[in-house]
């Protein structure tokens, strides 16, 4: 079984940035995709990045496109996804998905939590 798991949240003031990271217990190279989906509070779960691990294609949710960007660290083996200038909006807890070719094989994490506070 893969176990995903987010990291960088926290408390963050309006304006600000914030880079958060996902891992796996599998190489984030041997999926198709990784994502991130963010939920706010009484809010569904919405879509916020795909980035596709061939080509490093990335599609972005169309609202957030331009202050967030999705990436793959070769370095680290991680996911990232860097926040700029957040607002209070964007508090939510983060999550990330990966995913294998097969389809039905997908891992979530448990989230990590953001909060945009000054």
């Known amino acids: 079984q893969v176990e995903v798991v987010e990291s960088g949240g926290g408390l963050v003031q309006p304006g600000k940035s914030l880079t958060l990271s996902c891992a796996a217990t599998?190489?984030?190279?041997?999926?198709?995709?990784m994502e991130w989906y963010r939920q706010g509070p009484d809010k569904p779960r919405a879509f916020v990045a795909r980035?596709?691990?061939?080509?490093?294609?990335?599609l972005y949710s169309r609202s957030l496109k331009g202050r967030f960007t999705a990436s793959a660290d070769s370095d680290e083996g991680t996911f990232k996804l860097q926040m700029n200038n957040v607002t209070p909006e964007d508090t939510a807890r983060y999550f990330c998905?990966?995913?294998?070719?097969?389809?039905?094989?997908?891992?979530w994490g448990r989230g990590t939590q953001v909060t945009v506070s000054s």
């Open positions: 998905k990966a995913v294998k070719s097969v389809p039905g094989n997908e891992y």
């Open positions: 599998e190489s984030i190279w041997s999926f198709k995709s």
């Open positions: 980035f596709f691990m061939d080509s490093r294609t990335v």
